[in-house]
C-alpha cells in the first residue's frame, strides 16, 4: 500500500497521510510509534525472506525493480565490452542455477589448491591476494582521503578478519549470541567439508578458524571506541611500521597490492595490529592455511551452487538476523551487477527514472534547511559567539551532490566474459573496484566522486569533503514527492536533509572543519557543554529495552541518533517558514504539524525479527525505527502541542529532561 499518493487531482490536495497506516486503538500520547505506524505493521506482515521490512525497505524493493526492469531489457546482442553487455552477462551468469549446480565447487579448485600448498614465507602475499577484493583475513587496508589533510589520499591499516563481523558475537556469554557462535562453527565446518574435506577434518579446521577469529576480536576496538577519531589517528613512516610489527614483511604486503613510494600509513587500531605481528610467527602453518581457505570460500560462497549459498543464507540471514527463506534468485542475481558496476547501473536508471524536476525542488528544500540550520546555531544557549562562527562557515562550505554524479565511472577495463564461471566474473569486477581504490594513493582526493550510487536508497554525509548527498534512489515517495503538501515533504525528506546536514555536528562529524579536515574548532567549553547533552541524549536511548533484556546502546548510535534529533528540529522550523506552515489548515482532518510527526514516523514503519533487532543493536550505528520516532520526538515542544500530549501520559517527557542540542 502506498504511504504517499503519486499525484493529485487538479485543484484538491494530495493525501499524503494514509489512515490505513495508523492504529488509532493506540493513543498517540501512549505509544506514537504504534499510533502512526500500527495500521502499516498489520497491513504488511513481515515476508519471511526479510528480517527487517519497513517503508525504507518498500522503496529500496521499488528501485530494485526498476533496475530490474533495466536489466532484463538490455537484450543479447549488445557490443562486446558495452555496459550492456557487461550489466546483462552478469546477471544472466548468476540466473544460471543448472550451470552453477554442475560446477559445484569447480571455481575454486584451482585457487583451493594454491592456498594449501602455501609455505610460510607465502603467507604475506597471500593475505594481500585477498585484501584485492575478495575478503579481510587478519586485518584489512584501504584508502582514504588523511583524516588531517583532507586533500591528500592516504592507506589505512584496519583490524579485520572476524566473520561474524563484530567482536562481541565471540565474547558475549547471552543465549542469542551462543546460539549464532555455535551456528557460525557449524557454517566453517560445512564450508569445508563442501570444498572437499572429510567431517572429522573439517571439525578440526573450523576449530582451528574460530580460534583465530576468536583471538582477533579479544584484541578488536569496541563498537564505541572506533567512533573515537583521536584513538584511530595512529600516522606512522614505513621504518617505523616495519620495526613495530616485523613479523610482517611489508614490502611482500604493498607489492602484491601494487602500491608504491608509501611514505606512512595510519594504523586504525594498533593492538589489533600487533596480535597480527604475533600470529605471524606463532600459528602453525595448517592453521593459517585453513584460515585463509575458509575465508576465500566464504567470499565465494554466496555466487556458487545452491549447496554453498544455501550454506551462507542460513548462517548470516537465518541465524543472525532471523530470515526464514532465501530471496528469489532474480534479486541476488541483480544485486551483483547494481552494486559492482554501480555507477553504470545508475547512468541507465536516472536516465529511465529520475526527473529533472526532482531535482531542482530538492535543491530548494536543501537550500530552505541550510537557513533554517543556521538560524538554529545562531541561536543557540550553549554556544559561545567564537564557535558559532566557526560553526555557520562549515555549514555555508557543505557541497550539496543531488541525483547522480556530473562525472560517471570508467569501467572499460572491467572484462565479464561468460564463458568464465560466475565466481570468475564476480571476482574480476571485485578485483577492478579493489584495484581502482587503492590507485588512488599518491592521487589527489577526488572531489566529485560519489559514495554511494544513484539508485541507492539512502543519504549520506562525509566529513572528509563536508558533502551531504541524496542519491536519486531516496528521493521518491514516502521519502519525496513532488506533489506532496510541504508538512509530508518536509516531515519525510526535509529530516533526512537536516539529518545528513546535522552528520556535520555531531560526535564524530563536529571533529572536522569545513575542508574536511581533523581540526578542533571548538572551545574547551563548548565542547563540554556539548558532550554533556550528547551524554544525557544517549542516555534517553540506553533506557530502552530492544529485546529480552538486551538495551539500546545509546552511545554506540550517538550519531545518527543526534542526526535525527537534528535534522527534526530543523525540518521542522524550515517547514514553519512554508505557507502550510504557517497556517492551520486541516487535510484530511490532520493539522500541519500532525501530517509532518506522522510522516516522519510513516518513514521509519517496519516489521523486524527478534534476532534483527538483536543484531542491529550490535552492529548497526542506526537505532532502530521505533526509537528513532519515539526517544527522538519526545524532546520536541512542537510534538507534545500538536497531538494534546500531557504529563502523565506515557509519551511525555518533562521540559527538564528534554535534550535540545541543535
Not at 171 to 200: E, H, M, P, W
Amino acid at each position: 500500500m502506498a504511504l504517499f499518493a503519486m499525484s493529485a487531482t487538479a485543484g484538491n490536495p494530495v493525501k499524503a497521510v494514509d489512515r490505513d497506516n495508523l492504529d488509532t486503538s493506540t493513543a498517540p500520547g501512549t505509544n506514537f510509534y504504534q499510533y502512526a505506524c500500527g495500521g502499516w505493521k498489520l497491513n504488511n506482515p513481515l515476508d519471511p525472506q526479510y528480517a527487517r521490512f519497513g517503508t525504507f525497505d518498500q522503496l529500496a524493493e521499488n528501485s530494485r525493480k526498476q533496475v530490474k526492469d533495466i536489466i532484463t531489457t538490455l537484450g543479447n546482442n549488445n557490443p562486446q565490452g558495452s555496459i550492456k553487455q557487461k550489466v546483462g552477462d552478469l546477471y544472466a551468469l548468476g540466473m544460471d542455477s543448472v550451470r552453477l549446480n554442475s560446477e559445484g565447487m569447480a571455481p575454486l579448485k584451482n585457487d583451493i589448491d594454491r592456498l594449501k600448498a602455501l609455505t610460510r614465507g607465502q603467507f604475506i602475499t597471500a593475505i594481500a591476494d585477498q585484501h584485492n577484493g575478495i575478503a579481510s583475513p587478519f586485518f584489512n587496508s584501504a584508502v582514504m582521503a588523511d583524516l588531517k589533510d583532507s586533500n591528500t589520499n592516504m592507506l589505512y591499516l584496519m583490524q579485520g578478519g572476524l566473520g561474524m563481523g563484530d567482536r562481541d558475537y565471540y565474547l558475549d556469554k547471552d543465549a542469542n549470541t551462543v546460539k549464532v557462535r555455535n551456528a557460525y562453527i557449524n557454517y566453517i565446518q560445512q564450508i569445508f567439508q563442501l570444498i572437499g574435506y572429510k567431517k572429522g577434518n573439517a571439525q578440526k579446521a573450523a576449530q582451528h578458524v574460530m580460534a583465530i577469529e576468536t583471538a582477533l576480536a579479544q584484541v578488536a576496538m569496541t563498537r564505541e571506541e572506533t567512533r573515537d577519531y583521536s584513538k584511530l589517528y595512529n600516522v606512522v613512516s614505513i621504518d617505523q611500521l616495519k620495526a613495530d610489527y616485523p613479523n610482517i614483511n611489508w614490502n611482500q604486503y604493498f607489492n602484491t597490492l601494487g602500491l608504491k613510494n608509501i611514505d606512512k600509513v595510519c594504523v586504525f587500531q594498533p593492538k589489533s595490529l600487533a596480535k597480527v605481528n604475533e600470529m605471524m610467527k606463532s600459528l602453525k602453518e595448517e592453521d593459517f592455511k585453513e584460515y585463509l581457505i575458509f575465508k576465500y570460500a566464504d567470499a565465494a560462497s554466496p555466487y556458487l551452487s545452491d549447496a554453498f549459498a544455501d550454506a551462507n543464507f542460513d548462517m548470516y540471514s537465518r541465524a543472525m538476523s532471523g530470515k526464514q527463506v532465501k530471496m528469489p534468485r532474480w534479486k541476488h542475481s541483480l544485486d551483483v551487477p547494481n552494486t559492482m558496476l554501480g555507477e553504470a547501473v545508475g547512468q541507465l536508471y536516472v536516465e529511465k527514472y529520475f526527473p529533472a524536476d526532482s531535482k531542482k525542488k530538492m535543491q530548494q528544500l536543501v537550500d530552505n534547511l541550510k537557513k533554517s540550520l543556521g538560524e538554529h546555531i545562531a541561536t543557540l544557549s550553549w554556544m559561545s559567539p567564537k564557535t558559532k562562527v566557526n560553526a555557520l562557515v562549515k555549514l555555508n562550505s557543505f557541497t550539496v551532490k543531488i541525483g547522480y554524479p556530473d562525472k560517471w565511472r570508467d569501467y572499460s577495463g572491467l572484462n565479464i566474459d561468460p564463458s568464465k564461471s560466475y565466481w570468475e566474473n564476480v571476482l574480476a569486477a571485485r578485483r577492478f573496484e579493489a584495484e581502482h581504490e587503492y590507485s588512488q594513493l599518491g592521487k589527489p582526493v577526488d572531489k566529485e566522486r560519489w559514495y554511494m550510487t544513484p539508485q541507492t536508497v539512502n543519504a549520506y554525509y562525509e566529513p572528509s569533503s563536508n558533502e551531504i548527498c541524496f542519491p536519486a534512489g531516496i528521493l521518491q515517495a514516502p521519502y519525496f514527492d513532488p506533489n506532496a503538501d510541504d508538512a509530508c515533504n518536509y516531515g519525510a525528506i526535509g529530516v533526512v536533509i537536516g539529518h545528513e546536514m546535522t552528520h556535520g555536528f555531531d560526535d564524530q562529524g563536529r571533529n572536522f572543519d569545513q575542508n574536511g579536515n581533523m581540526v578542533d574548532w571548538w572551545t574547551p567549553e563548548d565542547a563540554s557543554k556539548f558532550q554533556e547533552l550528547a551524554d544525557k541524549l544517549g542516555a534517553q536511548y540506553s533506557a530502552e529495552i530492544v529485546a529480552d533484556d538486551v538495551h539500546a546502546n545509546g552511545t554506540f548510535t550517538m550519531g545518527e541518533n543526534i542526526a535525527d534529533h537534528g535534522g527534526l528540529r530543523v525540518a521542522y522550523s524550515a517547514f514553519k517558514c512554508t505557507e502550510q506552515g504557517k497556517g492551520n489548515t486541516l487535510i484530511d482532518g490532520f493539522t500541519p504539524d500532525q501530517r509532518f510527526f506522522l510522516s516522519y514516523a510513516n518513514v521509519w514503519a517496519a516489521n523486524i525479527t527478534k534476532e534483527e533487532m538483536l543484531r542491529r543493536t550490535k552492529v548497526d550505528p542506526h537505532s532502530l525505527g521505533v526509537n528513532r520516532v519515539n526517544v527522538a520526538i519526545r524532546n520536541l515542544e512542537e510534538f507534545f502541542k500538536a497531538f494534546d500530549i500531557q504529563p502523565g501520559m506515557p509519551m511525555w517527557r518533562d521540559p527538564a529532561d528534554r535534550v535540545i542540542i541543535w
